[in-house]
């Protein structure tokens, strides 16, 4: 059972998508829920199936008090690492908000303080929270529907199924056809990347 948040002001949870990829934005979302905000649906995006998460989202854009939801592309990604790239993407996403959080909720272990707002971190948030769970579902089906878009650019990757991620059909792809603009330069594309020709 997610809870909502016990502090008595207005809570931002975030969480992002797309972390892991090696095509594609880093995509965070940060929402603010009314606190009598309730959906037996509502979990981790990673634990809630595809038609669940396209109707969660709906619902989330309609009843939030507020939300944001910011891209991180690939050349930023390249230029100052995954993980800056990520932190970065929530701070976009929570200026978006239109109702400023007095506190924000942030799904993992790693963030930057925005301004003065106090903050913590929470392992696997997205599973206890239901404004981080909301985050993560905003930020995985936009970033999907990126994907799925430049999947009809270059669909010899097939991104509408596998999302940028690294599977075996994506990194054979990226063997026959070469990277593209999308991909992440600074990331390993291939395993024999790591290996030496002497």
Not at 19 to 28: D, E, I, N
Request: with cysteine; glycine share 6%.
């Amino acid at each position: 059972m997610l809870k909502m948040f016990n502090l008595p002001c207005a809570i931002a949870g975030t969480d992002e998508a797309g972390r892991g990829c090696l095509a594609g934005p880093v995509t965070a979302a940060a929402v603010i829920l009314p606190k009598n905000f309730k959906n037996q649906l509502l979990n981790d995006s990673k634990q809630t199936k595809l038609s669940d998460r396209n109707n969660l989202k709906k619902i989330i854009m309609k009843e939030a008090i507020a939300y944001g939801v910011a891209h991180v592309f690939m050349e930023e990604i390249d230029k100052i690492n995954i993980l800056n790239a990520s932190i970065l993407a929530m701070h976009r996403a929570i200026d978006q908000l239109t109702c400023k959080p007095e506190h924000i909720i942030v799904d993992g272990n790693k963030f930057k303080p925005y301004g003065k707002i106090p903050y913590e971190c929470i392992i696997k948030g997205d599973g206890k929270y239901l404004s981080i769970a909301a985050a993560s579902i905003l930020a995985k089906t936009f970033r999907d529907e990126y994907m799925e878009n430049i999947h009809l650019e270059f669909p010899v990757y097939n991104w509408k199924q596998n999302k940028g991620y690294p599977t075996k059909e994506h990194r054979a792809a990226i063997r026959e056809y070469g990277s593209t603009p999308y991909h992440r330069k600074s990331f390993k594309l291939l395993p024999e990347q790591l290996k030496l020709s002497l």
